[in-house]
């Protein structure tokens, strides 16, 4: 069973930066394309940023798009998040998604993912 982990997640000033991290067991990570999303409270969860299983392909929210950097490391298992200039609005709990996929098709929306982390929390304060 594939089990991603999140962490990296903390409390931050407006303009300040966050490197999330979400690690991958049980699965050939290399085989998965990976996405980020977020749920603020009382909102729906949303699409933040997608990798595609090499790393090649990559997507961006219009919220986030120049500030934040998806990444991959395949030989550590792990997918990352550089969040930089952080404002209030960041302020959610941001999940790590995986599906199996050696496709470059970019996904986007919380059903084309199976398998979730746990989330972890990121606050912005103004």
């Known amino acids: 069973q594939v089990q991603l982990v999140e962490s990296g997640g903390g409390l931050v000033q407006a303009g300040g930066s966050l490197r999330l991290s979400c690690a991958v067991s049980?699965?050939?990570?290399?085989?998965?394309?990976m996405g980020w999303f977020r749920q603020a409270p009382g909102k729906e969860r949303e699409f933040v940023s997608f990798?595609?299983?090499?790393?090649?392909?990559?997507y961006y929210a219009g919220s986030v798009l120049g500030r934040f950097t998806i990444s991959r490391d395949n030989a550590k298992n792990t997918m990352y998040l550089q969040m930089n200039s952080l404002q209030p609005e960041d302020t959610a709990t941001y999940y790590c998604?995986?599906?199996?996929?050696?496709?470059?098709?970019?996904?986007?929306?919380?059903?084309?993912?199976?398998?979730w982390g746990q989330g972890t929390q990121v606050t912005v304060s103004s």
């Open positions: 998604a995986a599906e199996a996929d050696t496709t470059v098709v970019i996904r986007t929306t919380k059903d084309q993912f199976n398998f």
């Open positions: 990798i595609s299983w090499t790393g090649g392909v990559v």
């Open positions: 049980g699965g050939t990570f290399s085989h998965y394309a």
